[in-house]
């Protein structure tokens, strides 16, 4: 199903601009603290010094970047991807910039709507997570196969040693795979209790409790992992998930 989404051209393409800033810097910074171990300071005084300079500087960047993300880019994004949700769920222009064709149910009640806009969400989301952390799981196989070597390896300089477990151990690596394997999780756990939610079909008061609570468990769930959800993943789902929503519509009758 064909999606217009400006929140995502306008808010997520920086912060996933600034992800990929962030991961560049990190395995330049990586290489760097390597190279500095082969290069004798008494003998290459200049290119030594050269390199601890630049890796500074690719530690401040990172550093300058993640504050400048978390802080700003990532809340920014997020506020006006709530602003659009509510504005759907309610019936009211709460921003300018309002998406086409992302929230797909019949429902009129604000509390119901929302509730099926956040099943749909968390229906793409998982899979996208699933995604993604797939190539993260084969990143952490190959990097922990190269530490390992290096930690098993006798002749091994202790600098690399200490450096490569530096990479391995990082925000960039181990981190943001529990961070993304975490979200994962939720989002299945999020989109578990929806469905189930209208399945069941409880007394109003207790269907609007829920509701709620299964759309701050998204919300918060998307806060504390931090982790942005791959833009070409989901134009390249989008299809057989919009098919596979048709579907889920169909036997919950919504």
Known sequence: MPRFDPIRKDYYDSVEAADTASNWLFYGGALLSIAALFVEREKYP???DAILIAYVIFVLAIFLIGLVSRLYLIPRAEDKRRQDFFSNACGVNLTHQ???????NDFVDPIKRMAAQVLENSHFSKTIALRM???????IVIYTILWLVCLLYRRSDLGVVLAATQAVFSEQVLAKWFRLEWLRMRFERTFDDVYNLFQSQPPVEKFNAMALTT???Y???KANAAVTLSSKLFGKL??????EWEKIKVALKI
């Open 46 to 48: 200049e290119p030594y």
């Open 98 to 104: 309002k998406t086409d064709g992302y929230y797909n």
């Open 133 to 139: 952390v797939k190539a993260e799981r084969a990143k």
């Open 215 to 217: 759309f701050s468990m």
């Open 219 to 221: 919300e918060t769930a």
């Open 238 to 243: 989008n299809p057989s998930l919009s098919t």
